[in-house]
C-alpha cells in the first residue's frame, strides 16, 4: 500500500504546472474575446488564425483553449470549431462541493456554510423580488408549491420543483447572475449532503408551506413577510445542522 501511495505522489509531483505563457494566452484570448464583442455561442477564430493574431504557437494555443474549457469560457465542438461558451457556473459548483466534502473538523460545517449563503441571497435580494412580483400572479410558480405539497404530504422530497421555484422566483430580476449563483449554491447543497454521508432530515411540510409563503408575500409586496417566509423555509435544516453530532465535542 505505501508503495502505491509513493507511485501515485511521484506522478503527481511530475504534472506540468501550468505555464505563464499559457497563463498569458488565455488571457489575451480572453481579452480578444471582450474586444471583439463576442458573445456565447458565437465562433473564434481558427486554431491557426489565433496563432497568427497573438504571435504564439499552436501548442499555447491549444494549451489555453483547454484551460478556457475547463472554465466554460470557451467550447470546443470538434470538426465544427471552438466557441465563446455559455459562462455557466459549472466549475464553480464542483470546486465548491469539492471543498465542502474536503472541509476539515465538523461534517455539518461545510453544509452549514453553505446554507448561511443560500438564505442570505434569498434575503438580501427580497425587495428586487418584491418589486419584480408585486401585484402579479405566477400560475407557474403556484403550481410547483401545489407539487411540493402534495409530495410533502406524501413523505416524498421534491428536489426538482424546490429548485425549480427559487430559479423561477429570480426569472423576472434584471439581474441574471443572482439567479445563477442561487442555482448553483442549491446545487451545492443538494450535492454535498449525500456526499458527506449526513442525514439531513427536513420537516418537508413545513418547509413546502414556507415556498408558498414566500411567493404569496412577493405577489402581495410584503417585504418582510417574504423576509419571515425566508426564514421558515430554511429552520428545518437550521436546527438540524445545530445539533451536535455524535461523538462530537459539545
Sequence with gaps: MATSHRRNFSSLSAMPEQS???????????????SEGLKPGD??????ELCDHLGVSRSSVR????????LDIVEVRHGHGTFVGKMSL????????FRGVLSPGDDRHALREIVEVR????????????QALSGTKNRTLHL????????????????KQDRAFHVGLLARLDNSLVGQLVAAFWDVHTA??????LQVAADLEATARAHGE??????????????????????????????????APA
Design 63 to 70: 494549451e489555453a483553449i483547454r484551460t478556457l474549457a475547463a
Design 43 to 48: 465562433v473564434l477564430p481558427t486554431e491557426a
Design 90 to 97: 459549472d466549475a464553480l459548483v464542483q470546486a465548491l462541493v
Design 20 to 34: 505563464p505563457l499559457r497563463v498569458a494566452t488565455a488571457d489575451r484570448i480572453k481579452d480578444f474575446i471582450l
Design 119 to 130: 438564505q442570505a441571497l434569498d434575503v438580501s435580494m427580497a425587495e428586487q423580488i418584491i
Design 192 to 197: 454535498v449532503v449525500p456526499k458527506l454521508g
Design 144 to 159: 410547483l408549491v401545489s407539487e411540493m405539497e402534495d409530495l410533502a404530504a406524501e413523505g416524498k422530497p421534491f428536489p
Design 214 to 247: 414566500m411567493l404569496d408575500a412577493a405577489e402581495s409586496g410584503n417585504v418582510e413577510a417574504f423576509r419571515t417566509a425566508v426564514t421558515a423555509h430554511y429552520a428545518p435544516i437550521v436546527r438540524t445542522l445545530e445539533v451536535p453530532t455524535v461523538g
